[in-house]
């Protein structure tokens, strides 16, 4: 025990000798400005209020009956139903994929509207969306959001590779 204490005190000792002469570090820190965050948090509100604005297009009101038949399908003019034949043909292959399970109503809203303004960022004119079946609401209600948004040219049932009635396949325009 006391070879050990006599070994602490001699490193303690020779430790001040090697530091004899030395002064303290001055704190140069350079505190930056908070203005990228700034920025970051404005190009995240932007992005949020244009998804929101696409979800706004989606009423609960306006209850149309065009979509009692099976299968579902909407043009949104006379002049894409060339679109409309090649999706029930299963021509188009989708290239992103939205998976509605187990959302509720004003959540699905919200994931369409993100879903639209997306496909029109990245320029993907095919999309695929899962709704499922349990209680036939959300089977019922996307079509009919779908076919009030200006910017979607045309949907259909999936094929069955693709989730056949429980999904839709939906193009949607983009914006140059």
Known sequence: ???NRQFIVNSNVLFRKWLNGTREIVQDTIFHSRLHK???NIRSKR???EQDIHS???SFYKKKDSFRENPVSYVRNDSSTNVLKKLKKGKYSPDIFLDLHGLNQYQARKK???L???CQ???IFCAHIMHGYGKNILKKQIPFWLSQHPDIIAFHQAP???GNDAAIIVIIEIHS
């Open 1 to 3: 025990m006391n070879k």
């Open 38 to 40: 700034v920025n970051q």
């Open 47 to 49: 992005i949020y209020l």
């Open 56 to 58: 706004n297009y989606f």
């Open 112 to 114: 369409l509207g993100q």
């Open 116 to 118: 639209i303004s997306i």
């Open 121 to 123: 960022k990245e320029k």
């Open 160 to 162: 069955k590779m693709f």
